[in-house]
């Protein structure tokens, strides 16, 4: 199974900051990377599907980038609502995996 | 606009097996295969398996295979996924979510979304 690390595993920041979060997976996997974002008590939303397309409805100020085994997720100004955990998640091969999350909160 | 809706909370006796469905509103799965992810708390997601409705085929991560069977009734555009032999460590939010793909090229990009409000599933004696 491919295996999928993010750093960190929480962060703090302000609203207004630039934020990224990094996800490194185990073997190349092309661009076949997503990202989600998950409140509390609720499902994840997709954020960025294929490393770097910004999914329908998802505000301008998220955008993912890297290739192979390196990616990011940037937020470029926090607002108030990003506060959440952000999952990073392969489909270049099944099983389907998914990084143990990066949890984004409040300083 | 498709939403995804799942049936209610169930507590399960160690052993025993878990049934929970996912019925897709406001249109119809298409072409599209419906996945099954679980989530234990404070954990990352986990992949089970997945089916294409529309052809009946299924396929689960390995992890889980002999163990859980998930089945699809186009009629009612409902997924089902069943668990069995369950274990302390099944107790987890079971997430259902339509899997969108983009062709590119000749290859497909696919991803999860959306994702129906989940289904706790606590095992417990």
């Known amino acids: 199974d491919i295996q999928m690390t993010q750093s960190p595993s929480s962060l703090s920041a302000s609203v207004g900051d630039r934020v990224t979060i990094s996800c490194r997976a185990s073997q190349s996997v092309g661009m076949f990377l997503n990202w989600y974002q998950q409140e509390p008590g609720k499902a994840p939303k997709l954020l960025i599907y294929?490393?770097?397309s910004l999914h329908s409805g998802v505000p301008s100020r998220f955008s993912g980038s890297g290739s192979g085994t390196d990616f990011a997720l940037t937020i470029s100004s926090l607002e108030p609502e990003d506060f959440a955990t952000y999952f990073c998640?392969?489909?270049?091969?099944?099983?389907?995996?998914f990084g143990r999350g990066t949890k984004l909160d409040i300083k | 606009q498709v939403q995804l809706v799942q049936s209610g909370a169930e507590v399960k006796q160690p052993g025993s097996s878990v049934k929970v469905s996912c019925q897709a509103t406001g249109g119809s799965f298409n072409s599209h295969a419906l996945t099954w992810v679980r989530q234990a708390p404070g954990q990352g997601p986990e992949w089970v398996g997945g089916?294409?409705?529309?052809?009946?085929?299924?396929n689960y991560a390995q992890k889980f295979q002999g163990r859980v069977l998930i089945t699809a009734n186009q009629p009612t555009n409902t997924v089902y996924m069943e668990l069995r032999g369950l274990t302390f460590e099944d107790t987890a939010v079971y997430y259902c979510?339509?899997?969108?793909?983009?062709?590119?090229?000749?290859?497909?990009?696919?991803?999860?979304?959306?994702w129906g409000q989940g289904t706790l599933v606590t095992v417990s004696s």
């Open positions: 089916i294409i409705p529309v052809f009946g085929t299924a």
């Open positions: 294929a490393a770097s």
């Open positions: 998640q392969q489909s270049f091969s099944g099983p389907y995996t």
């Open positions: 979510a339509r899997q969108g793909t983009l062709p590119v090229a000749g290859i497909s990009f696919s991803w999860f979304d959306p």
